[in-house]
């Protein structure tokens, strides 16, 4: 009787390699320093390699408060469950690839914090361009930013009220001037605007 054939061993993963081709940003970071990312990152924020590694996260946000509001908001969240996850406002550091510099776009950022009970000491972090290219048309406070960013997730005024600590009065307001903002008649279209590329 014929002794069936042993496959292969599966060729070794070469892990640098699946890193810097994946197909979302990819960043590691020590104290919200990169210390080092993927093509993409670099593609996605108009910048090379040099010019982000060993800088610190606050280059790709809008403002250096919105940059220290987050900060502030993961933490707890790193701290009880490891990860993190939301849509937010971020910012082309440079010119390349075709992107203008200083432009905002949508951008979905998930991170992992190596350690729970110190989650910025060092992470890994995925960034994927969410292609709100109209998101540079219309000026937002960084208060609209995150309402924007929880009514992209399908939160209600009082869900968000309750994550931003503010009342669903003044969600609600703020979701008004951006459905005027970008001409949207309800909250749906604000989010396909919001989603379009």
């Known amino acids: 009787m014929d002794s069936p054939e042993k496959a292969e061993p599966p060729a ?50 809008p403002s250096v408060a919105e940059f220290e509001r987050i900060g502030r908001r993961m933490e707890p969240i790193l701290n009880a469950s490891g990860h993190y996850a939301d849509n937010r406002m971020m910012r082309r550091v440079g010119s390349l690839h075709g992107m203008r510099a200083g432009e905002t776009f949508w951008c979905h950022v998930t991170g992992r914090a190596l350690n729970r009970e110190a989650p910025h000491a060092a992470g890994i972090w995925t960034f994927e361009d969410l292609g709100a290219r109209r998101a540079d048309k219309a000026e937002l406070t960084p208060r609209e930013r995150e309402v924007a960013a929880h009514l992209m997730r399908g939160l209600t005024s009082k869900e968000i009220g309750r994550a931003l600590g503010i009342s669903h009065r003044t969600v609600e307001i703020h979701r008004a001037r951006l459905m005027r903002k970008y001409a949207a008649a309800t909250t749906a279209a604000l989010v396909q605007k919001l989603l379009a590329a």
């Open 12 to 61: 070794a993963i070469d892990y640098r390699l699946a890193f810097e081709h994946a197909p979302v940003g990819m960043v590691l970071s020590r104290q919200r320093i990169m210390v080092d990312c993927n093509a993409r990152l670099t593609e996605m924020f108009g910048a090379t390699r040099e010019q982000l590694v060993g800088q610190s996260f606050r280059v790709l946000y």
